[in-house]
């Protein structure tokens, strides 16, 4: 196998298309992270209240929970307890958005993304419009 020879200084035009590689790769993974974390739960809503209640639930039949039980009903304690440290920690997803608007069509066109793949996911077709993706596409 022939070796390589000595690869020259990056020129500033390539860090500068990768900067703006990893800034668009931020703005769309913020973004699809904020859609999936904010995305609505079937049934009824949970308020901090009633997390509370279940947590002095879960204190008293831990008490008498045979070991299997006991594990579940750990488990679930750390759960609502990051849960109610959630709750009422509305995220702001118009900033997050904007920034997806304006990265997502060049983002998309070049690593090959589809309209179709984007409403897969879960992004609004409104969304889409804005930021020039088009069902055409891809």
Do not use: C
């Amino acid at each position: 196998m022939a070796k390589r020879g000595p690869k020259g200084p990056m020129t500033d035009e390539h860090k500068a298309a990768l900067a703006a590689g990893r800034s668009e790769g931020r703005a769309v993974r913020d973004y699809l992270e904020a859609l999936r974390n904010n995305k609505p739960k079937r049934g009824r809503k949970r308020t901090a209240e009633t997390i509370r209640k279940r947590l002095a639930a879960i204190e008293t039949e831990l008490t008498e929970a045979d070991p299997v039980q006991e594990l579940r009903l750990v488990q679930e304690r750390l759960d609502l307890t990051a849960e109610l440290a959630t709750v009422g920690h509305a995220v702001d997803m118009t900033a997050i958005e904007a920034e997806f608007v304006k990265v997502a069509k060049e983002y998309s066109e070049r690593n090959g993304y589809s309209y179709a793949a984007w409403r897969a996911i879960g992004v609004e077709a409104a969304v889409l419009k804005r930021a020039g993706v088009s069902r055409s596409e891809g």
